[in-house]
Nanobody
Framework: VQLQASGGGLVQPGGSLRLSCVAS????????MAWYRQAPGKQRELVAD???????NYLHSVRGRFSISRDNAKNTVYLQMNSLKPEDTAVYYC??????????????WGQGTQVTVSS
């Protein structure tokens, strides 16, 4: 499984970005997909995830501003980020918790994409 994240960049406060994460296989629909972020000097934190059943969770600080979605046909997960704040600056990573018989759950990570919110 390979995950390719893209869409990061430099944006002014209040702006928007959409991150994309393309999976190498048809895993998006059947597994929990997530976006994490890690700011300098801080631990990686879960920003949003979406389960195979469609249940969605958000980090409290991004609720109402960020939206996670997926396109099963394109094997892609998105993170729409609106009303961005400087504190959203971080490297954003996508992940997939892939469930396989006997093996259980394996977490795969994308390479990360930098999001910088600054005027």
């Amino acid at each position: 499984v390979q995950l390719q994240a893209s869409g990061g960049g430099l944006v002014q406060p209040g702006g928007s970005l959409r991150l994309s994460c393309v999976a190498s296989g048809s895993i998006v629909s059947d597994n929990t997909m997530a976006w994490y972020r890690q700011a300098p000097g801080k631990q990686r934190e879960l920003v949003a995830d979406i389960s195979s059943g469609g249940r969605i969770n958000y980090l409290h600080s991004v609720r109402g501003r960020f939206s996670i979605s997926r396109d099963n046909a394109k094997n892609t997960v998105y993170l729409q980020m609106n009303s961005l704040k400087p504190e959203d600056t971080a490297v954003y990573y996508c992940s997939a918790d892939v469930v396989r018989p006997i093996m259980g759950v394996t977490t795969y990570w994308g390479q990360g994409t930098q999001v910088t919110v600054s005027s």
